[in-house]
């Protein structure tokens, strides 16, 4: 069973919130946000990857141009991953407040950021992924290889 009661609200399991998640990261890596935040919506608790999921949504809303709605979701984020971690959430809300006409709010969030001096201003920085799912079955890990 993939779900549990609690009270009258189904909770979804951890493994059926991560794939959501892994699904969500999936289709903001191919620019489709309506997809990522179809499969977040689904998520009625995420628990513990509530960071993940904010972030998610933010940058879901951050691609369709939504960038006041984008905000909260990304200040939420940032607030719950310990620094060094909040840096993608960080860099993204500084974005969001810059096109939402907010720019000391996004000078002061980008100052946040712990950047490297060198980099120049407006650089398009890759983002690793935070899910990585394995497709073949010999990339994963079995109990003999623990």
């Keep these: 069973m993939t779900t549990e009661n609690a009270g009258s609200e189904k909770v979804l399991s951890p493994q059926r919130v991560v794939r959501r998640l892994a699904a969500a990261e999936g289709y903001l890596e191919l620019e489709l946000p309506n997809y990522a935040l179809a499969e977040l919506n689904g998520l009625t608790d ?11 949504r933010g940058e879901a809303l951050q691609a369709q141009e939504k960038y006041a709605d984008a905000i909260e979701p ?10 060094p971690f909040n840096q993608r959430a960080l860099l993204a809300l500084s974005n969001c407040y810059r096109h939402d006409g907010q720019i000391q709010l ?41």
């Design 46 to 56: 995420s628990g513990p990857f509530a960071p993940i999921a904010e972030l998610f």
């Design 74 to 83: 990304l200040h939420r984020a940032a607030q719950m991953f310990p620094a």
């Design 106 to 146: 996004a000078d002061e969030t980008a100052a946040a950021l712990d950047m490297p001096d060198d980099v120049p201003v407006g650089t398009k920085l890759i983002i690793a992924p935070i899910f990585h799912i394995s497709k073949s079955v010999s990339g994963r890990i079995t109990e003999d290889q623990n």
